[in-house]
């Protein structure tokens, strides 16, 4: 019998199309979800549907959403030996709570380091640290940092100033991270690429004599914090996570219409091979928040958001809840609905500050 492979090279041949062979290699295999909002079941290896009862049943489903996500955003690296990271210290600025430092340092490759802004507070011990991650914006991670842009995104800042370690860095392609997504470096995504840039940030900061390494949180508003929930998903160090303006459910992202998130900055595939519909897609918010269960994870959604649709966010929440209870863990899953447009305003941010505080400062 033909292996998959061999069929997908006679079909590209067919069609005259041996461009995307390389994508379609590197997709794992993994069972045929039609559904990715409902949580109540996982599929064995030949198709058929279990209910989900148990931890250990879920335990089952949750690696096939982690090749879900692979399938349209590439493998996740796993090198060999990590690149160094060779830290340095570009420039400090002493303030009345803490010290902000300009740094870089390399992710995944010597030619090219990656700047942030790190704020280390005046305090004596290991803190708790957090990564600030920024929504699109030329500025990149300033805006975090509160060096400009918009005073309700200066969370970096706001969360030093409460006696965390933060750290902020550029997304690929914004602020002092020039990147075209060049396919040499092996990245089908430039999800893919930031999620790896991130999962290096937390190794940065667990080498910090500041922090304690296992009380690691994220935060991100509208890009940084789907951002935020995708560098979770793949990296359980992550313990406490924020989302402000972050996801909603596919099918009701602008009417099911997913264009905006297949740029080379997202996930190109998402329209060369799934035609850009929530119905062909391989995985949906639902499931990366229910992955995430039993670490605690804030969504902080605006009724009144025109990016993310709150019905979806909400219908997430609901159907994830579930799984934390298999854990016993309900009460790490909550969700706020400020009323508010695609912003963040006070009230929230308080809200998500103090529940970076109970999970991450808490003994």
């Known amino acids: ?90 420039e400090e600025v002493a303030e009345s709570s803490f010290i902000r430092q300009l740094v870089s340092y390399h992710t995944d490759s010597l030619n090219r380091r990656v700047q942030a802004y790190l704020f280390l507070p005046k305090a004596i011990g290991k803190m708790p640290a957090v990564l600030c991650l920024h929504q699109t914006t030329s500025i990149g991670k300033k805006e975090p940092a509160g060096l400009g842009g918009n005073p309700q995104l200066h969370y970096a800042r706001h969360l030093a100033e409460r006696g965390f370690v933060t750290l902020a860095p550029d997304y690929p392609s914004f602020g002092d991270y020039p990147y075209q997504f060049p396919a040499e470096d092996g990245y089908i995504s430039g999800t893919m690429k930031a999620i790896y840039d991130n999962h290096r940030a937390i190794d940065l900061l667990q080498a910090m004599k500041q922090v304690a390494p296992e009380k690691i949180g994220g935060i991100g508003h509208s890009l940084g914090g789907h951002n935020t929930i995708f560098t979770a998903a793949f990296d359980t160090r992550i313990k406490a996570l924020v989302s ?48 995430l269960a039993p670490r605690a994870f804030l969504a902080s959604a605006p009724v009144r958001d025109g990016n993310f649709e709150v019905s979806g966010v909400k219908e997430t929440i609901a159907e994830a809840k579930n799984v934390y209870q298999l854990y016993g863990a309900a009460d790490n899953l909550e969700a706020i609905y400020p009323d508010a447009a695609h912003s963040f305003p006070e009230e929230a941010r308080d809200t998500a500050y103090r529940f970076l505080a109970k999970h991450l400062k808490s003994e």
């Not at 998959?4 to 379609?24: A, N, Q, V």
């Not at 335990?59 to 879900?68: A, D, F, H, T, V």
Request: hydrophobic share 35%; net charge positive; with cysteine.
């Open 1 to 90: 019998m033909r292996s998959l492979y061999s069929i997908l090279i006679l079909i590209c041949l067919i069609l005259g199309d041996l461009g995307d062979l390389h994508d379609l290699k590197a997709q794992p295999a993994t069972p045929d979800y039609q559904d990715h909002v409902d949580l109540s079941y996982y599929l064995t290896e030949d198709g058929q549907k279990r209910v989900v009862k148990t931890r250990a049943d879920w335990e089952i489903r949750k690696p096939q959403i982690k090749l879900g996500m692979q399938k349209v955003m590439g493998e996740f690296p796993k090198p060999a030996e990590k690149v160094p990271l060779r830290l340095e210290v570009l």
């Open 244 to 291: 402000n303006c972050g996801f909603t459910r596919f099918h009701k992202y602008y009417n099911g219409n997913l264009k905006g998130w297949t740029s080379n900055r997202y996930m190109p595939l998402i329209a060369k091979h799934y035609n850009s519909s929530p119905d062909q897609v391989p995985f949906d918010f639902p499931e990366l928040i229910g992955s």
